[in-house]
C-alpha cells in the first residue's frame, strides 16, 4: 500500500559522497563540517554567527542559559510563551530553572497573540523573557512582540525550530531577537537527522553558547588550532602550570557537540534549500484547491509565499461532523501518515497536569486546536501523484459529508 510520511528523506549519491567524505577524514566529533555550517547557516538566516548543537531541544536550552547567564536572570524568573507547541519548548524552560506563563494563540496561524503577551507582561512583575513560537512555519507578530518587549524591559528569543526560511517584514525569522532557536529534525525542511542552532548578531552570547555547548570549559576559538600547535589561551592564565583550556571550566554547562555526519548532511540539504521551500509551498497550494470543497469542515492552512511549511497542518471546524479521532484512524488505514497538532500544554499535556486548573478556560484557542488540529506531509519528496491521492482519500472520507 502507498504510505505518504509525516516527513521523508533520500539519500542520494550527494549524500552518500559527503558522508564518505567524512568517514575517509576520520573525524566523526564536530569539526569543519559543523563550522562550515554554522558559517552557511548564519549566511542563510541573515545573522553574523551562528552555533550548532546536537538538536533543537539542547539550542533552546542552551539559549534560555546564555540570556540567564549574561543578563543575570534570577532561577525562578518567568518566560512568557506558547501553549501550542512541540513540548521542548517548555521542557526547555523548566529545565532551565525558570517558569513559563502561557499566553493564547491566533485560531488561523497558531502563533502567540501580542496582546494576550501584553496584557501578562502588565501584570507579572517577573516575567524576564519572551518566546515566542513560529509554529508550522508562521511567523508570530515580532514587530509588536518586540514593541511589548521594550515597553516592559524583557528579552525577546525565538523559538524558529520549524520556520526555516519563513520571511517576515521581509527578513527571515530569527533575525528579531537576542538570539533564536531552529532544528534540524529528519522531518523539517533542512534535514540532517538530529541537529539544532543558535543564531545571534551578539557576539557575547555567540561565546557564551559556545561554552555552554561544551561543559562550560574556556575555550571560545571559532576554530580550534591545537592540532596546529597553536593556542591563544595556552598563555592567557599565568602562574598556572600546563593549563589547557579544554579542561578548565569557568561555568557550568553541557555537552550538547554534534557530529560531523549531521553537519555533512545539511550541508547538502543547504545546497538545495530554495527549490526545498519552493516544492513544499507549491505542495501546500495544491493541497488547498484540492480540499477546498471541504473548507466548511476543515481549516485550511493559510497561505503565503513568505511562509516556509513545516508540514500541511489542519483543524476540524465542526468535531460534530467528524471526529479528529476518526478522520485521523481513516487517514492512516488509507496509508497516509498523520500527527496531531501538539496540544495545549498546560490542560492537555499530563507532564504539565499541575499547571490545568490554573488555565483552564483561559487559552480557548490552544485548547482547541490542540484538541482538533493535525498535520500530514507537504515534503519535497511528494509527487503530483501523491498528493492527487491525498486529496482523494479526503474525498472519500467525506462523501456524502457537508
Known amino acids: 500500500m502507498l504510505r505518504i510520511r509525516v516527513g521523508d528523506f533520500k539519500l542520494g549519491k550527494k549524500e552518500e559522497n559527503i558522508i564518505k567524505h567524512v568517514l575517509d577524514i576520520g573525524r566523526l566529533s564536530e569539526g569543519v563540517k ?49 501553549p501550542l507547541t512541540f513540548i521542548a519548548t517548555v521542557n526547555a524552560i523548566v529545565t532551565s ?19 494576550d503577551i501584553e496584557r501578562i507582561a502588565r501584570k507579572e512583575d517577573e516575567a524576564a523573557i519572551i518566546l515566542p513560537v513560529h509554529l508550522m512555519g ?16 524583557l528579552l525577546v528569543m525565538e523559538d524558529a525550530a520549524q520556520a526555516h526560511g519563513t520571511f517576515y517584514k521581509n527578513k527571515k525569522l ?26 545571534t548578531d551578539n557576539y557575547e552570547v555567540y561565546k557564551l553558547i559556545k561554552k555552554i555547548k561544551a561543559h562550560g570549559r574556556m575555550c571560545d576559538c571559532p576554530v580550534c ?14 602562574g598556572e602550570e600546563d593549563f589547557d583550556p579544554r579542561f578548565y571550566h569557568d561555568i557550568v554547562g553541557f555537552n550538547f557537540k554534534a557530529m560531523e555526519f549531521q553537519a555533512a548532511l545539511g550541508l547538502v540539504q543547504l545546497e538545495n534549500v530554495e527549490n526545498i521551500l519552493e516544492k513544499r509551498k507549491a505542495n501546500v497550494a495544491y493541497l488547498n484547491q484540492g480540499l477546498m470543497p471541504f473548507s466548511n469542515i ?14 500541511y ?9 467528524i471526529s479528529r479521532r476518526v478522520l485521523r484512524q481513516k487517514l492512516e488505514e488509507s496509508g497516509i501518515e498523520t500527527r496531531p497538532l501538539f496540544g495545549c500544554i498546560p490542560t492537555q499535556q499530563p507532564a504539565y497536569a499541575y499547571l490545568k486548573e490554573k488555565y483552564k478556560g483561559k487559552l480557548p484557542n490552544a485548547e482547541y486546536i490542540g484538541a482538533n488540529g493535525f498535520y500530514i506531509g507537504c515534503h519535497q519528496y511528494l509527487k503530483k501523484s501523491d498528493l492527487d491521492f491525498i486529496i482523494s482519500i479526503f474525498h472519500k472520507i467525506f462523501k456524502g459529508i457537508k
Open 34 to 82: 559543523v563550522r562550515e555550517f554554522e558559517e552557511k547557516w548564519a549566511e542563510f538566516i541573515g545573522t553574523k554567527y551562528c552555533v550548532v548543537v546536537n538538536s533543537g531541544t539542547s539550542a533552546l536550552i542552551a539559549g534560555l542559559h546564555a540570556l540567564k547567564y549574561l543578563f543575570k536572570i534570577k532561577d525562578k524568573a518567568k518566560v512568557i510563551t506558547s
Open 174 to 199: 530569527g533575525t528579531y531577537s537576542v538570539l533564536a532557536c531552529f532544528s534540524f529534525y529528519i522531518a523539517h525542511n533542512v534535514q540532517a537527522g538530529e541537529m539544532g542552532a543558535v543564531v
Open 97 to 115: 530553572g525558570l517558569q513559563p506563563l502561557f499566553a493564547d494563540v491566533d485560531r488561523e496561524t497558531f502563533v502567540i497573540k501580542p496582546e
Open 225 to 238: 588550532t591545537r592540532s596546529e600547535g597553536k593556542c591563544p589561551r595556552l598563555n592567557a592564565y599565568k
Open 313 to 321: 497542518p489542519l483543524v476540524i471546524k465542526d468535531p460534530g461532523v
Open 138 to 153: 508562521y511567523p508570530a507578530d515580532m514587530a509588536r512582540i518586540n514593541e511589548i518587549a521594550k515597553r516592559y524591559n
Open 298 to 311: 476543515l481549516q485550511l492552512p493559510k497561505y503565503s509565499q513568505d511562509i516556509s511549511y513545516l508540514a
